[in-house]
């Protein structure tokens, strides 16, 4: 029979060592094990009801993806210093990008986001062709239907 936290309440104090946790590395369900922190169950309500506090766990996951960002740096430095078999550096690194990649999608995400604003001016063009057909621009302006028929 599994043996029952004990009831923690809600603090500050205990939402910043949650995210203290996850911020160095922990999954929710790993940093809950400790005796001084809620089941994750527990927290998962807790961010669902609190705002502030969802948004705390949201860049402790944001923190952790740059965390997992940079131990692909170290696999790589132990691999090229003879630490670490490369193979097993390759495969974790895999994973710890992937991880990286799903938790802080703007610093290691593989999409590029391209905002692109496109102004219509062709209503301005208009305007302007047709100044130059009315003031007669001395006869230098040539009827569109005569370039059509050449």
């Not at 599994?2 to 369900?29: D, F, H, W, Y």
């Not at 860049?59 to 193979?87: C, H, M, S, T």
Request: net charge positive; with cysteine.
């Amino acid at each position: 029979m599994k043996k029952r936290k004990p009831n923690v309440k809600k603090s500050p104090e205990v939402m910043t060592r949650i995210c203290a946790q996850i911020s160095a590395g922990k999954s929710l369900k790993a940093a809950c094990q400790r005796a001084d922190l809620p089941d994750n169950l527990t927290v998962l309500r807790w961010i669902s009801a609190d705002e502030s506090f969802s948004a705390m766990y949201d860049q402790a996951r944001i923190n952790r993806g740059n965390y997992f960002g940079e131990r692909v740096a170290d696999l790589a430095q132990q691999a090229i210093d003879g630490k670490l078999d490369p193979n097993v550096a390759r495969v974790a690194g895999d994973l710890l990008k992937w991880s990286a990649a799903r938790m802080a999608p703007k610093v290691y995400g593989d999409r590029i986001e391209q905002n692109i604003a496109v102004t219509d001016t062709s209503e301005q063009h208009l305007k302007a062709v047709k100044e130059l057909a009315e003031s007669g621009a001395g006869g230098k302006v040539v009827p569109l239907r005569a370039v059509k028929e050449s």
